[in-house]
């Protein structure tokens, strides 16, 4: 049975070394670098309003990770839900642990929009997100600065 637990400083070495496979598969259009995972967690844990992390357990097992942030949209006047991270380690994929996230997600944020973004190759993933009711966007997105 899945757990969806918060992530705590005690998750620290097991989401690191989950980071450091996502960010560097085809899943990720950028590689980050330990500084950067490390704030990731370290956000996580604190008190931050901004960004928070999750950890899945099966059967005890840590089977994966997620991160959100949190922001507004005013193209859609609703708070919005950014999933940043979310992994789940090759063995555990396909036993439904992303569906039951985004159920989880519905129930903890009721009328919040959600967004994630995929890369095209990433058709197992697309597949999920689709569904679980996700819909492509016709947006580039854009970026100044880190």
């Given at each position: 049975?899945?757990?969806?637990?918060?992530?705590t400083?005690a998750?620290r070495?097991?989401?690191?070394s989950?980071?450091?496979?996502?960010?560097?598969?085809?899943?990720?259009?950028?590689n980050g670098?330990?500084?950067?995972?490390?704030?990731?967690i370290?956000?996580c844990?604190?008190?931050?309003?901004?960004?928070?992390?999750f950890?899945?357990?099966e059967d005890?097992?840590l089977?994966?990770?997620a991160?959100i942030a949190?922001?507004?949209?005013?193209?859609?006047?609703?708070?919005c839900?950014w999933i940043?991270?979310?992994?789940?380690?090759?063995?555990y994929r396909g036993?439904?642990?992303?569906s039951?996230f985004?159920?989880?997600?519905?129930?903890?944020?009721?009328?919040?929009?959600?967004?994630?973004e995929?890369?095209?190759?990433n058709?197992p993933a697309?597949?999920?997100?689709?569904?679980?009711?996700?819909?492509e966007?016709?947006?580039?997105?854009?970026?100044?600065?880190?």
């Amino acid at each position: 049975m899945t757990q969806i637990l918060s992530m705590t400083k005690a998750h620290r070495e097991a989401v690191l070394s989950m980071m450091r496979v996502f960010y560097t598969s085809p899943a990720v259009a950028t590689n980050g670098s330990e500084e950067i995972f490390n704030a990731d967690i370290d956000t996580c844990v604190s008190d931050s309003p901004y960004l928070e992390g999750f950890v899945f357990s099966e059967d005890g097992v840590l089977a994966g990770y997620a991160m959100i942030a949190k922001s507004f949209s005013t193209e859609y006047g609703v708070p919005c839900i950014w999933i940043e991270d979310i992994y789940i380690t090759p063995e555990y994929r396909g036993h439904g642990i992303a569906s039951r996230f985004f159920s989880y997600l519905d129930e903890k944020f009721p009328g919040c929009l959600f967004r994630l973004e995929v890369e095209d190759e990433n058709l197992p993933a697309i597949h999920t997100y689709r569904k679980n009711g996700f819909s492509e966007w016709p947006y580039k997105e854009m970026k100044k600065g880190k």
